[in-house]
């Protein structure tokens, strides 16, 4: 991020140049247009806190394009390194250009809804593998499709859940329990969230199979607990007599801290849950469906801060819970960003791609020719059962164009060698595998033309792209030129010094340490002590008087201290106002003094190179002859 942040305001940020209506600028045979002259006025400006007129900045957009145009003589623009670089910030600022910002609002809307709320959920499933064929999904459906009409004939769905249902929660009627955004798949969340109370949902297909959503309640969300516990572990699935030894122990520890015992100190002394031991038993903020339910309502059940709960029964022990914080849900602008990151981890990060390439079939009229999509898809299941090159080969030697946009044709060969860049599957494609291959196939291209023509729709996106551009090669050849060579450079850097010594001198200042007094009493104390010991540390003075004084130790310069001012150099027009009146110094004056060159290194480097910097502009000048077209601005 430093990098990027010193690229952007490099000298002069600069763009590339656009249509051009008149020429301000010719380097060469390079012409820069007045439009852009005035984009980068604008905006350059408008980061100042000392604007410039138009003509006066002439001089500062020549000196930019002349850096730029010698980093371009020099190669630095096919330097491997640049040329990736440049390529990471293209695909960085051509993300919001390639997705709908409005689609993308909407889901980060409705997923904040779905947060303000959680739902108690029951559910059927039939399950799907990863790569169902075409008959195992048509099966599956046709049985969540026999189970939805039993219950539409009034089927109970608890019954029907332990029966049928082919999901882990099956033996417990498909209960789910509460949940909340993001903790489901997208789909089973969003069918969830929109189906009422009492009633159940339509099928739902996700990554796991088919589904009926029961929704048995919804209640407000209650945001995040925090709190700490005390845990008795036993064994998962322990007999009766192991998790009574754990009962009789949390019983034992309850007791304590309803005689007043310190909680910290139970969890350090008895807690079996070692990794919040160090944290006096505190777990990271949670949500409800976060925790197991039987921990999580017992949280949520506390009703202020260090409340205590009764021992609580997990499947993971006994627990004595503490809450101490409360906070509720943020409003959608505090907590828009963490949504977007949730978003990116599930169905929904889609969502703005889809609406984008829907918009560019229809800007890019893309067409699809049905009888050649058709023998595309008939060739791809039939010779995908064979071996890979055999495969592709096929696929060049059909030369079919199954699709049309924007003037050019895809390809059955292009097809072939992008689409199936890895092996086969061993049992070959399916009419449904080559659907979301084609599919997936289809978005790629449309995007990827979109994306190489940004600069040529969007002015804002060409602005962007040459600022990092330009930002780039002149923080190189600047590196090059100037910094590294005034760092470097120490023969010269010891020249520049001796010539501009007289511009590094040090005013008259007092160096030592000022002691200023609340009162007479503790002023005339400190004098004696300063007296015996001229190294004196307050610290080491009782509090009574150490109380009454305030020291300052460093350089002090006239005008610094009001008291210092009057005392060291007799100013008698200072008016001193002060809790502490009464001031003793300990030190020396010291005369103005030229400083060493070790004492304003960095000051002096900095000179150097802007003079490095004078004479290099002078040098491209010479070189180049920039040719300003003065009547053009003179019109502005």
Not at 305 to 319: A, D, R
Not at 483 to 497: E, H, I, K, P, Q
Request: hydrophobic share 35%.
């Amino acid at each position: 991020m430093n990098r990027l942040f010193s690229l952007l305001f490099i000298a002069l940020i600069g763009l590339g140049a656009m249509a051009q209506e008149e020429t301000v600028l010719t380097i060469g045979e390079k012409t820069y247009s007045l439009d852009e002259f005035n984009y980068i006025y604008d905006k350059n400006n408008s980061l100042t806190q000392e604007p410039v007129s138009r003509n006066e900045y002439v001089d500062l957009f020549v000196n930019y394009k002349l850096k730029v145009e010698e980093a371009i003589a020099q190669g630095y623009d096919t330097v491997p390194s640049f040329q990736k670089e440049l390529d990471y910030y293209r695909n960085e600022l051509a993300k919001p250009y390639l997705t709908d910002k409005k689609a993308t609002d909407e889901v980060v809307k409705e997923a904040y809804e779905h947060m303000l709320y959680e739902v108690d959920a029951s559910h059927i499933l039939v399950k799907l593998s990863k790569s169902p064929t075409p008959e195992d999904t048509l099966k599956a459906y046709k049985k969540i499709l026999n189970i939805k009409k039993q219950l539409e004939k009034g089927g109970d769905f608890d019954q029907l859940a332990v029966e049928l249902s082919e999901g882990p929660s099956a033996p417990n009627k498909g209960h789910l329990g509460y949940f909340g955004a993001f903790m489901m798949v997208y789909p089973f969340e969003k069918a969830a969230y929109n189906t009422p109370v009492g009633e159940v949902s339509e099928i739902t297909r996700t990554a796991f199979g088919y589904h009926l959503i029961k929704v048995n309640d919804k209640r407000k969300n209650k945001g995040e607990v925090l709190v700490a516990h005390i845990m008795k572990a036993f064994p998962y699935q322990s007999n009766g007599q192991i998790q009574n030894q754990s009962k009789i122990a949390i019983d034992s520890i309850y007791n304590k801290l309803q005689n007043g015992e310190s909680f910290n100190a139970m969890v350090a002394q008895f807690s079996d849950d070692k990794q919040t031991v160090a944290n006096n038993g505190k777990l990271p903020w949670f949500g409800t469906g976060r925790m197991v339910p039987e921990f999580s309502d017992a949280a949520f059940s506390l009703s202020e801060n260090g409340q205590v709960s009764k021992p609580v029964k997990t499947q993971f022990g006994w627990h004595i819970i503490k809450r101490l914080d409360v906070r509720p849900i943020k409003p959608l602008d505090e907590c828009r960003e963490e949504i977007l990151q949730k978003i990116k981890r599930d169905e929904r990060a889609f969502a703005g791609k889809k609406a984008t390439v829907e918009r560019l079939k229809k800007e890019y009229n893309f067409t699809i020719n049905a009888s050649d999509l058709a023998s595309l898809q008939a060739l791809v299941v039939k010779a995908s059962k064979g071996e890979k090159a055999d495969f592709v080969k096929q696929l060049e030697e059909a030369q079919l164009t199954p699709a049309s946009f924007n003037g050019q044709s895809i390809h059955s060969t292009e097809f072939a060698h992008e689409a199936f860049k890895f092996n086969l599957p061993s049992g070959g494609f399916t009419a449904a595998n080559f659907a979301q291959v084609w599919n997936g196939y289809v978005e790629e291209k449309l995007i990827e033309h979109e994306k190489s023509n940004l600069e040529n729709k969007y002015p804002d996106f060409k602005f962007l792209m040459n600022e990092y551009h330009d930002g780039l090669l002149i923080f190189e050849i600047s590196q090059k030129e100037i910094w590294n060579r005034a760092s470097n450079d120490s023969t010269g850097l010891a020249v520049y010094y001796s010539e501009h010594k007289s511009e590094y001198t040090l005013d008259e200042h007092f160096d030592g340490r000022l002691f200023y007094c609340k009162n007479k009493t503790a002023y005339k104390q400190l004098k004696k002590l300063l007296k015996k010991d001229e190294s004196l540390n307050l610290d080491s003075l009782e509090s009574e008087l150490s109380d009454q004084i305030m020291e300052k130790e460093g350089r002090f310069f006239k005008g610094e201290e009001a008291q210092l001012d009057v005392k060291q150099w007799k100013d008698k027009k200072t008016v001193i106002d002060t809790n502490y009146p009464y001031l003793l110094t300990e030190g020396k004056l010291v005369e103005e003094s030229i400083q060493t060159l070790d004492e304003v290194r960095g000051r002096v480097i900095s000179d150097y190179q802007e003079e490095l910097e004078q004479k290099w502009i002078e040098s491209l000048k010479e070189k180049y002859d920039p040719k300003v077209n003065a009547f053009v601005f003179n019109k502005q």
